[in-house]
């Protein structure tokens, strides 16, 4: 159906390809074929699947007067770094809240986010998990009485706006699809903060896209995802009324957060390292590696049966492999 999107700032570069990864489906695939859409590439150091969000984020941040961007995430936010890269690109000011102890070491995104002129506040877990909200009262407070406008984005750019990106990203993969060949697909991405898996879910009903969406969880449960990923999708029906009205239905591959958010097993560091040799392609140990860890794990229980492609939907991070390269020192 014809969308009407909501204008968006061109921060991405996109289309992505789509790779046929024939060694990885001979090492993996059980007799699929294993497909990765390149949103890793969808920028230098701006890059992965926030730029996507951000497109449209950032339009309505210009549009609406806002000279400031305000946004939140781990001390490695993927986020916070391409938030920090948008506002140095299009001249808004970047405050970020990070979550934990200011590190010592300026390391991965962290570095990015300085070297990108952002304010950064790093917060005690406790009180971040505790007074986030606040804390962004208080700032926005503090900029509307100095005259300024800030624009608080939540965590993961994951709303009804940021929504947006993902489902124009289902534009690409139906394009994708026909030259691919691919008549029906197993869409399988990482689930952080849910709007990945929102956007591709919506996206896939809004387009009939033939594609069945999975979200990976890296952190909390299947439940915290189905219900995050239909408050995104209740979100976007509340901002666009005029869009069909439906119910999707999240699909979450539960079970591969392993020892927490951001700890990754020997095993998903060994699996990085074998697809960066297979296929050229590096995955990082936050989200990527453990989606891909699920995906290979799900193909070999044999959940994908029936259906000859999959896609693994590469949402970056690649910035986020530096400051865990302890975790390489057996494999590499
Ligand atoms: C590299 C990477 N992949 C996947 C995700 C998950 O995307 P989302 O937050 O939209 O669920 C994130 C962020 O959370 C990310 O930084």
């Known amino acids: 159906m014809e969308l009407t999107y909501p204008?968006?700032?061109?921060?991405?570069?996109?289309?992505?390809?789509?790779?046929?990864m024939a060694r990885a489906s001979h090492q993996w695939g059980c007799g699929h074929r294993l497909w990765v859409k390149r949103d890793d590439l969808t920028g230098s150091v701006l890059s992965g699947n926030k730029v996507r969000k951000l497109e449209y984020i950032a339009a309505y941040a210009l549009?609406?007067?806002?000279?400031?961007?305000?946004?939140?995430?781990?001390?490695?936010?993927n986020h916070c770094r391409a938030t920090a890269l948008v506002g140095a690109q299009l001249g808004l000011d970047v405050h970020l809240l990070l979550r934990g102890d200011a590190p010592t070491d300026h390391d991965g995104n962290y570095l990015l986010d300085q070297l990108a002129g952002?304010?950064?506040?790093?917060?005690?877990?406790?009180?971040?998990?505790?007074?986030?909200?606040?804390?962004?009262?208080?700032?926005?407070?503090?900029?509307?009485?100095?005259?300024?406008?800030?624009l608080v984005i939540p965590t993961g750019g994951s709303d009804g706006l940021g929504v947006w990106g993902y489902i124009e990203a289902c534009e690409e993969l139906a394009a994708d699809f026909a030259s691919a060949g691919i008549e029906q697909a197993h869409l399988v991405t990482a689930s952080g903060s849910g709007g990945t898996q929102a956007g591709l879910t919506l996206g896939a009903e809004l387009l009939n896209l033939p594609a069945t969406v999975w979200g990976v969880?890296?952190?909390?449960?299947?439940?915290?995802?189905?219900?995050?990923?239909?408050?995104?999708?209740?979100?976007?029906?509340?901002?666009?009324p005029g869009m069909p009205r439906f119910t999707v239905t999240p699909r979450v591959l539960d079970g591969y957060v392993g020892?927490?958010?951001?700890?990754?097993?020997?095993?998903?560091?060994?699996?990085?390292?074998?697809?960066?040799?297979?296929?050229?392609?590096?995955?990082?140990?936050?989200?990527?590696?453990?989606?891909?860890?699920?995906?290979?794990?799900?193909?070999?229980?044999?959940?994908?049966?029936?259906?000859?492609?999959?896609?693994?939907?590469?949402?970056?991070?690649?910035?986020?492999?530096?400051?865990?390269?302890?975790?390489?020192?057996?494999?590499?």
């Open 259 to 332: 020892a927490g958010y951001g700890k990754a097993s020997p095993a998903v560091f060994e699996l990085i390292a074998q697809l960066s040799r297979l296929e050229g392609v590096v995955l990082d140990p936050v989200y990527t590696g453990k989606a891909f860890a699920g995906m290979v794990a799900e193909i070999a229980s044999g959940r994908f049966d029936g259906c000859r492609d999959i896609v693994f939907v590469h949402t970056g991070g690649i910035f986020g492999l530096f400051p865990q390269r302890e975790g390489f020192r057996h494999t590499v």
């Open 217 to 240: 969880n890296v952190c909390d449960d299947e439940q915290y995802f189905v219900n995050k990923v239909g408050a995104d999708v209740a979100d976007w029906q509340l901002r666009n």
């Open 118 to 150: 952002a304010t950064v506040d790093c917060y005690p877990v406790r009180q971040y998990v505790e007074d986030l909200e606040a804390l962004f009262e208080q700032w926005r407070g503090h900029y509307a009485g100095n005259n300024r406008k800030a």
């Open 7 to 20: 204008r968006k700032v061109d921060l991405a570069c996109t289309p992505t390809p789509l790779q046929y």
């Open 63 to 77: 549009d609406n007067g806002y000279d400031t961007l305000m946004t939140c995430g781990g001390l490695q936010s």
